[in-house]
Structures are given as structure tokens and as C-alpha cells.
């Protein structure tokens, strides 16, 4: 259960929308530049993406967290939507676990099972290494976090 006492406004909500957007045009450029024509060979363009995401998000968790506070005071707006619209919208339209799974299946079906658990293992442990480097960098490169927020995470 999450901490969030209110519902997203309708400005959350935009900036989580207009933030997906951005984000599945960039996937979608990724994935233009690195096609998957064969179901049985490594999808590069899905495994790119995601673990470029995760480390993103980590330096961008990182940026958002050192500024909060100061955000609070100059700019509430920003300190209340910049997490929405780039954590939840830029780079959760940017990552994509609807086709991880999809080529997840393909690849099965097309009898790739070594590379198939190859690929899921490496997306999963990477991409939350990814994630604890871009979070971790992200803190030296922009300063500890003065505040914690645990429970915007989920965002």
C-alpha cells in the first residue's frame, strides 16, 4: 500500500501522459535503428532500451531526490511533477516490459530456450545493476538526497 494520501491531479496526470509520449518515441526510434526481424536471435533493440532505462532512471531518481527540497521552496510545481514526468512518464513509456515478455515468447517458440533464459536472467540482473549505478552515480555526481522518499519510488 502506498503513502499517497491524495490522487494525481490532473496536472500529474498530464505530465505522466505528455512524459510517455516522449519516451515511446524515443523507444520507437531505438527500435527503428535496431530492428528484430528473426524471433530466435537476441532482441537488441528491447534489451538496449530497457537497461539504457534503468540506469536513467537511477541518475535521474538521483538528480530529482538532491533537488527536492529546494524545488519545495522555489518551485513546488517542479518539485511535484518532475518525478511523474520523468520517472513514471519519459522513461516508464521509454522501457518496455510488454515486449521483454512478448520476445521472451517468441524466442521459446522459436526453440532459442538457452539464449531465451540467457536473456531474461541477464535483463533482470542488469538492468537492477543498472539501476544501483545510475542511482549511485546519480548521488555523487548531484548530491545525497536531503529527504527520503521511499514511497515515491513506486513512481
Do not use: K
Not at 24 to 38: K, N
Not at 72 to 101: D, I, K, N, Y
Request: aromatic fraction near 8%.
Amino acid at each position: 500500500m502506498s503513502s499517497h494520501t491524495q490522487p494525481a491531479g490532473p496536472d500529474e496526470l498530464a505530465a505522466v501522459a505528455f512524459g510517455g509520449v516522449v519516451g515511446a518515441l524515443a523507444r520507437a526510434g531505438i527500435s527503428v535503428a535496431l530492428p528484430h526481424p528473426h524471433p530466435d536471435s537476441w532482441p537488441s533493440a528491447t534489451f538496449l532500451t530497457n537497461m539504457l532505462g534503468c540506469l536513467i532512471l537511477g541518475l535521474v531518481l538521483a538528480f530529482v531526490d538532491a533537488r527536492h527540497s529546494r524545488w519545495s521552496t522555489t518551485s513546488p510545481r517542479r518539485a511535484r511533477l518532475a518525478r511523474p514526468f520523468l520517472a513514471t512518464g519519459v522513461l516508464g513509456g521509454f522501457t518496455t516490459f510488454s515486449t521483454f515478455s512478448v520476445e521472451v515468447v517468441q524466442m521459446v517458440r522459436a526453440g532459442s530456450v538457452v539464449l531465451t533464459g540467457i536473456y531474461a536472467l541477464s535483463s533482470l540482473i542488469l538492468g537492477i545493476a543498472a539501476f544501483v549505478v545510475g542511482r549511485d552515480v546519480g548521488s555523487r555526481w548531484f548530491g545525497a538526497s536531503a529527504i527520503n522518499l521511499p514511497a515515491d519510488e513506486e513512481l
